[in-house]
């Protein structure tokens, strides 16, 4: 019995060395090198194809500076307002969500932008403790191996932003017909706004709750002073 369990030790080792090995270096390749495809990308085409629709995987990679600023600062103002501040994990926000979820059915998430992209690059979607064990554990990574600018980039490139679209440059022209850096302030922040749900609420034609949410959001990124400045926050560190 010692040595089956001493055997499954050594075997529990060996696997947790090349987990921790190819995830390392995962993350590393992935800082310059651009995302072919995530988990989630492929699960919802194994879906659409259960449920005879049509397979779609809309999708096309941008650099950073390719992408609307204006799009990068509503994904902030929407989804993160501390992006530039924390190190992956927005405490405060975490700790008011635990609060609000005590009273009240709606739950109230709290995931950062880096989260978001540790989950959807190299994980499943899921809301079991293992899965965000793992998110946790990728956070970390990306948080140490990239800059917040690589994250950023990474986010807006693989993000679900309808039904089998992904990323900025698809949706902005899905929705309205141009390239992504030419997306104005009104149309980043329909984007951002549908982020929560983007299979449910539809970017083309927004509903009265989403045209408060873009209201709400645009003047948000009047407040960020119309930009996002990333400079500005590194030089603080």
């Known amino acids: 019995m010692k040595k089956l369990l001493a055997k499954v030790w050594r075997i529990f080792w060996k696997l947790s060395l ?3 090995a190819i ?18 990308m492929l ?3 194994v879906e659409q194809k259960t449920d005879d629709k049509e397979m779609k995987l809309d999708k096309t990679w941008k650099p950073l500076e390719e992408l609307s600023p204006h799009l990068q600062l509503a994904v902030v103002c929407c989804e993160d307002q501390n992006y530039l501040k924390h190190n992956g994990f927005d405490f405060g926000a975490i700790e008011k969500a635990m609060k609000h979820n005590k009273t009240n059915k709606k739950k109230r998430g709290a995931s950062t932008i ?7 690059v190299f994980l499943w979607p899921s809301r079991s403790w293992v899965r965000k064990g793992f998110e946790v554990y990728f956070t970390f990574l990306i948080e140490v191996f990239w800059s917040k600018e690589r994250i950023m980039e990474v986010y807006l490139n693989v993000i679900e932003m309808g039904d089998g679209i992904y990323g900025a440059e698809a949706a902005s022209k899905a929705y309205f017909k141009k390239s992504s850096i030419s997306t104005s302030k009104r149309e980043a922040a329909t984007i951002a706004v549908t982020l929560p749900n983007p299979r449910k609420f539809n970017a083309k034609k927004p509903t009265r709750y989403l045209n408060k949410r873009i209201s709400w959001a645009m003047q948000q990124m009047r407040y ?3 930009e996002l400045d990333y400079d500005k926050e ?3 560190k």
């Open 114 to 120: 880096s989260q978001q992209v540790a989950k959807n």
């Open 224 to 226: 960020w002073g119309g």
């Open 43 to 45: 699960i919802r085409c």
């Open 18 to 20: 090349w987990f921790f």
């Open 234 to 236: 590194n030089k603080k």
């Open 23 to 40: 995830s390392i270096v995962s993350v590393v390749v992935f800082r310059w090198v651009s995302i072919p495809v995530t988990p989630l």
